[in-house]
């Protein structure tokens, strides 16, 4: 019995301090009954005494948490667990968030289980909200433009925001956080200069501003400025270093511009010969370095002060300049005019004419807030004055000596185009004259014979050829202004070419008497080339030093070759180009000889589409020519060949195009 008693009243002793206890104290049996709750949970919960001793367990938690309840307390059964989180319900339906510890012991002389309940909703609610401001805060420090670190003292990274991790071309913070900046892929250099800003931070314990260029992984380069602060943890004790960088890349640039433009002013400022200065009624801001030219004294002395030039004017034009100078000139500079000029006296007494122009700067209300003026030595102009008539007169004599000159051109223009529409309609009118009188000769049938027939026949068809050339040049000339001339390019022996052109006329000079001798220095070259106008060059030549060959002269036609050009040389031993003609030989529609006194036929086209087919090769055409003795001319001729899709051509001669090709080329020669 007495034991009995001092159990009860060790009961009665628990109760009374489990009472006092601002925590959740429950005694339940092995089923989990309730067997006893103490007064704070009475309070907090809403049930009696009474209605606790009637609930189980179970009974206080949520329906949704029943089944992991089961299988918590099943374990406290067996004694493997102690402590767990666990919601429960007060009378009125809240739900509370209680920390329990279970201790096992003895109530009613029966096994039983101690279970404490700290009421940690409010600690829950305070970690959500933490949890809450630390996301919120991390989402706005990742908004933020600028870049945001945090090193520990040894500097790995404990925190930083996305600008940081794009700044460096980095995926994501996992690549930065954990690690220190030798473990992140960056350029060794920068590394060592941040690791050293880190510790003068560190150890001076100050906030420091560092600018660093940085080369960014597409080779860009930027420019960042980050400005580091010791950081101290809730102790006061120092634990890392946090900083905040921002791309200041713009503004170097900026920086750099100005600087630029500052030099570039300066350069401008130092290489103008003329003064300009900037300032107040109160002083000179700026004044170019011409001014210590032009005045002979230091721009000093005008900084100090901005009416010391007024002691260097000439006395004559001192009272004016006063007048200028002072009230009127607010009048001129409000209409944006002031022109004057005057005279200065230098130090070493040398008197030198000024022209002035100020112009006014306003602002938005049309206020004058500075003055820009421009001073010019015109000194050699005030000299020149007196030899201005002179000059005017001189002007005017050239000016008459270059419009006798235009009227002398435009009357040689019209000399030319005379001549051309005489030549033309001479060389038009000519064959068909005696093509017209040929035919009227074939139709007297009667008294004409067959060898007659023949001949009048073939001097129709000369001349029906001199036509066709005539017209063939005409129609060349106009494409080649046009530039719809084609160019047929081709890789061809260029020996082969101009030996076979310059054999197949041979027999037509042996008729003249006239001997073609060709010779080369090579026996094959390829070059780029069109071979039609190859024929059409060769055939123009040799066709010109037939005509003015006469029976016993010589032709020699040679091909040589100097550094990346050949020269093909047609040389005749005719009666030459006066030296003053030669100049005009290539010009369209112009002939050495004059239609009354020339001793050949021609239209003046032939040399000159000679000269632009010879250009359209990448070549040139030269002559040179002794009077009365020989005349030689000149191809000069690009060695190369088409590169792309290199193919050579083979050159095959087709006789009857290229006699057809020499009857009309020679057509105006008469054998």
Not at 178 to 189: A, L, N, P, V
Not at 628 to 643: A, Q, S
Request: with cysteine; proline share 2%; charged share 30%.
């Amino acid at each position: 019995m007495l034991e009995h008693k001092i159990v009860k009243e060790n009961e009665n002793n628990f109760r009374n301090l489990f009472n006092t206890i601002e925590s959740f104290i429950f005694v339940v049996d092995i089923n989990a009954n309730i067997l006893f709750a103490n007064q704070c949970a009475i309070r907090k919960l809403g049930y009696s005494f009474e209605e606790f001793l009637k609930l189980n367990i179970f009974d206080l938690h949520p329906k949704r948490y029943l089944a992991e309840a089961s299988k918590l307390f099943t374990m406290i059964v067996q004694g493997k667990l102690k402590t767990c989180p666990l919601p429960i319900l007060s009378k009125g339906g809240i739900e509370i968030e209680v920390e329990v510890q279970i201790t096992e012991g003895i109530w009613n002389e029966e096994k039983a289980f101690f279970a404490v309940g700290k009421d940690i909703s409010q600690s829950k609610i305070m970690e959500k909200e933490l949890i809450k401001q630390r996301m919120f805060l991390e989402s706005l420090i990742d908004t933020i433009p600028d870049s945001i670190l945090y090193k520990d003292l040894n500097g790995v990274y404990l925190e930083c925001n996305e600008a940081f991790v794009k700044r460096y071309s980095l995926s994501d913070k996992s690549k930065i956080i954990g690690k220190t900046d030798y473990e992140i892929d960056r350029d060794k250099s920068l590394v060592e200069t941040f690791v050293k800003q880190d510790k003068e931070v560190l150890s001076t314990q100050e906030t420091k501003i560092y600018e660093n260029e940085i080369v960014l992984t597409n080779g860009d380069i930027s420019y960042i400025e980050t400005k580091k602060s010791p950081f101290y943890d809730e102790r006061g004790n120092l634990s890392g270093v946090i900083g905040v960088s921002r791309d200041i890349t713009s503004r170097k640039k900026i920086e750099q511009s100005l600087k630029e433009t500052e030099e570039r002013f300066n350069q401008i400022a130092n290489s103008i010969n003329d003064v300009f200065w900037i300032g107040t009624d109160e002083k000179v801001e700026y004044v170019s370095p011409a001014f210590e030219k032009i005045w002979g004294r230091s721009r000093d002395e005008f900084y100090k002060d901005n009416k010391a030039f007024y002691k260097y004017i000439h006395k004559e034009d001192l009272d004016r300049m006063h007048n200028i100078l002072g009230v009127g000139q607010e009048v001129y500079l409000q209409k944006g005019i002031f022109n004057e000029e005057y005279r200065i006296i230098r130090p070493d007494g040398s008197i030198r004419w000024i022209w002035a122009k100020r112009f006014p700067i306003k602002d938005s209300s049309g206020i004058i807030i500075r003055k820009v003026g421009i001073g010019k030595d015109i000194t050699e102009l005030k000299i020149a004055q007196e030899e201005l008539i002179k000059a005017k007169e001189e002007i005017f004599k050239k000016e008459l000596e270059k419009q006798s000159l235009l009227l002398n051109q435009t009357l040689e223009l019209e000399k030319l185009r005379t001549e051309f529409f005489s030549n033309l309609s001479h060389e038009l009118r000519t064959p068909l004259n005696i093509i017209i009188g040929a035919l009227q000769l074939l139709e007297c049938n009667n008294v004409i014979s067959e060898d007659n027939r023949d001949k009048y026949l073939k001097i129709i068809k000369q001349n029906g050829y001199r036509l066709l050339r005539l017209i063939n040049n005409l129609i060349d000339s106009t494409k080649i202004d046009a530039g719809f001339m084609a160019f047929n390019a081709q890789n061809l022996n260029i020996i082969s070419l101009v030996e076979d052109i310059t054999l197949s006329v041979v027999e037509y000079a042996k008729l003249k008497g006239i001997n073609i001798v060709f010779d080369t220095e090579m026996e094959e070259k390829i070059i780029c080339c069109d071979p039609d106008k190859m024929e059409r060059i060769m055939l123009n030549i040799l066709s010109n030093a037939i005509k003015f060959c006469t029976s016993g002269d010589s032709i020699y036609v040679n091909i040589s070759k100097k550094q990346k050009y050949l020269t093909i040389s047609i040389k005749d031993t005719g009666i030459g180009i006066p030296a003053d003609k030669i100049d005009m030989l290539f010009l369209r529609f112009r002939q050495v000889d004059n239609l009354l006194t020339r001793r050949c036929e021609g239209s003046g086209i032939g040399l000159s589409l000679v000269k632009s087919f010879v250009e359209m090769h990448g070549g040139e055409v030269t002559v040179s020519s002794i009077f009365g003795k020989e005349t030689e001319f000149f191809i000069k001729l690009p060695d190369r060949v088409i590169e792309k899709d290199y193919e050579l051509t083979e050159y095959i001669m087709d006789e009857e195009k290229l006699v057809e090709k020499i009857k009309i080329e020679f057509s105006d020669i008469y054998f």
